[in-house]
C-alpha cells in the first residue's frame, strides 16, 4: 500500500519568513496530494491540493510542488503569521476511476515565532 | 449546509462495552470515509464507502470493528467489545468525486476507553 514520509516533524520560523514542508510517496500511482492544516482539538481543513498533471499550484501565501519522479511534493507558506501555527498534514490518494481513501504524512508541527 | 455531522462529540465508556459512533455525511456526496487519529499512529483510514457499499475496510483493525452506511445520509462505526487502545479521535469525512477529490471532515468523535 502506499506509505507517505513527511519533515520535519517540528518547524520553527520567525513571523514573516518562509517555512517549507516536504513529503514523498511511494506509490507511483497516486494522482492527488492534499495539504491540511489541524489546530489544537479541530478537525483537519484543506488548504491547497494538487493532481499528477501539474507540477505547482499557488494560492495566495501557500504554494506545492509536486515531482512526479522523484515521488515528492512540498508546502511552501511564505511570509507566515502567527495564525499559521497548526500541523500540517501532508497525504496521497490512489488512482482509479473514483476516490479513494487518503494515506497521511505524520504530520508537522509549525511555530511561529513573534 | 452544515457539513458534516458526527455524534457523540465525545464518548467516555468502560472496556468490554460497545460503542457506537455516527455520521451524516454533506447531502449528495457519494463517498464517505472513517479515520482514526492517536499520537501513535496519527491519521489513518479505517473504511470507505462509495454510494453506500463499503469499497475498502482494510483499514479496519479487528473484528471488533464494524461499519455500516444503511442509507445516503448516515453510516455508523460499532466496536465491540471496546478496549483501552481504542481510545482516539475519530473522524468522518465525505466527498463528491464530481466536484473534485475534497474530503470535508466533521468534528470528530473523542472516544476514552477507560
Known amino acids: 500500500g502506499e506509505n507517505v514520509e513527511q519533515h520535519p516533524s517540528t518547524l520553527s520560523v520567525q513571523e514573516g519568513d518562509s517555512a517549507v514542508i516536504k513529503c514523498t510517496y511511494s506509490?507511483?500511482?497516486?494522482?492527488?496530494f492534499p495539504w491540511y492544516k489541524q489546530e489544537l482539538g479541530k478537525r483537519p481543513q484543506l488548504i491547497i491540493d494538487i493532481r499528477s498533471n501539474v507540477g505547482e499550484k499557488k494560492d495566495q501565501r501557500i504554494a506545492v510542488t509536486l515531482n512526479k519522479t522523484a515521488k515528492h511534493f512540498s508546502l511552501h507558506i511564505t511570509e507566515t503569521q502567527p495564525e499559521d501555527s497548526a500541523v500540517y498534514f501532508c497525504?496521497?490518494?490512489?488512482?482509479?476511476?473514483?476516490?479513494?481513501?487518503?494515506?497521511f504524512g505524520k504530520g508537522t508541527h509549525l511555530i511561529i515565532q513573534p | 449546509d452544515a457539513g458534516v455531522i458526527q455524534s457523540p462529540r465525545h464518548e467516555v465508556t468502560e472496556m468490554g462495552q460497545e460503542v457506537t459512533l455516527r455520521c451524516k455525511p454533506i447531502?449528495?456526496?457519494?463517498?464517505l470515509f472513517w479515520y482514526r487519529q492517536t499520537m501513535m499512529r496519527g491519521l489513518e483510514l479505517l473504511i470507505y464507502f462509495n454510494n453506500n457499499v463499503p469499497i475498502d475496510d482494510s483499514g479496519m483493525p479487528e473484528d471488533r470493528f464494524s461499519a455500516k452506511m444503511p442509507n445516503a445520509s448516515f453510516s455508523t462505526l460499532k466496536i465491540q467489545p471496546s478496549e483501552p487502545r481504542d481510545s482516539a479521535v475519530y473522524f468522518c469525512?465525505?466527498?463528491?468525486?464530481?466536484?473534485?477529490?475534497?474530503?470535508?471532515f466533521g468534528p470528530g468523535t473523542r472516544l476514552t476507553v477507560l
Open positions: 447531502s449528495g456526496h457519494d463517498y
Open positions: 506509490d507511483s500511482a497516486s494522482n492527488y
Open positions: 497525504a496521497a490518494m490512489g488512482s482509479g476511476g473514483g476516490a479513494d481513501g487518503l494515506t
Open positions: 469525512a465525505s466527498s463528491f468525486v464530481h466536484e473534485g477529490y475534497e474530503q470535508f
